[in-house]
């Protein structure tokens, strides 16, 4: 039972806000980032090993989105260990 009737509205609130900011930056991200690359894009990459029918793998940049995404999946996943240790919260 909640004493206060606010705090499950900001965990409801919050509950929405987080995963619609995530989707919002992995969609700018996706857009930003094309699919299809131009022929100018692709005289940067090296070309490291060519297979049949003409299919070449190469060293590319990593896209900054996906590597935002993914560094913050592992500060949040260490900050939470982090406080429900440090908080003694029994799970």
Same mark, same amino acid.
């Given at each position: 039972?909640?004493?206060?009737?606010?705090?499950?509205?900001?965990?409801?609130?919050?509950?929405?806000?987080?995963?619609?900011?995530?989707?919002?930056?992995?969609?700018?991200?996706?857009?930003?980032?094309?699919?299809?690359?131009?022929?100018?894009?692709?005289?940067?990459?090296?070309?490291?090993?060519?297979?049949?029918?003409?299919?070449?793998? !190469?060293?590319?940049?990593?896209?900054?989105?996906? !590597?935002?995404?993914? !560094?913050?999946?592992?500060?949040?996943?260490?900050?939470?260990?982090?406080?429900?240790?440090?908080?003694? !919260?029994?799970?």
């Amino acid at each position: 039972m909640r004493f206060y009737e606010l705090l499950n509205f900001q965990h409801v609130v919050g509950s929405i806000i987080i995963p619609l900011i995530f989707i919002i930056l992995f969609a700018v991200g996706l857009s930003c980032m094309p699919l299809i690359k131009s022929k100018d894009k692709e005289s940067e990459k090296k070309v490291i090993q060519v297979f049949n029918d003409d299919i070449q793998k !190469a060293e590319g940049p990593f896209p900054l989105i996906m !590597a935002l995404i993914i !560094a913050g999946t592992v500060i949040w996943g260490v900050f939470y260990i982090f406080y429900y240790g440090f908080s003694e !919260a029994m799970l």
